[in-house]
C-alpha cells in the first residue's frame, strides 16, 4: 500500500510536467503526451481487434510470470531466427576477408 503523501508527491511532478508540456505546445512545439501514462494518438486497429479478440476468448486474467506461452514461442523463433542470421552473417565475412 502506497502512502497518501507519496500519491501526492507523484501526482504532483507529473503535473507538473504536464503543465511544462502544455507551455511547450502553446509556444509552436509539437509534443507527445506520455507524462500521465495516456498518449495522445489513438490506440492502432490491430491492438483493438487483439484485445476484442482476447477479451472473447477470457484471456482476463494475469499471465504467469514467465509471460504467455505463445509469446514465448515467437521470442524464442525470434531469437533462433537472430542466431542463424549472424552465423551466416559471420560466415559471410570470413569468405569476404
Not at 531466427?81 to 565475412?93: A, D, G, L, P, S
Amino acid at each position: 500500500m502506497i502512502a497518501r503523501s507519496a500519491e501526492e508527491i507523484a501526482l504532483f511532478i507529473a503535473m507538473e510536467v504536464l503543465e511544462k508540456a502544455r507551455e511547450m505546445e502553446r509556444r509552436g512545439i509539437d509534443i507527445i503526451h506520455l507524462e500521465v501514462g495516456e498518449p495522445d494518438f489513438d490506440v492502432p486497429p490491430a491492438v483493438k481487434e487483439a484485445t476484442c479478440r482476447a477479451l472473447e476468448e477470457g484471456l482476463t486474467h494475469y499471465a504467469q510470470r514467465a509471460g504467455i506461452a505463445a509469446l514465448q514461442e515467437t521470442k524464442s523463433d525470434v531469437a533462433e531466427m537472430k542466431r542463424i542470421y549472424n552465423q551466416r552473417r559471420k560466415f559471410m565475412i570470413k569468405r569476404l576477408k
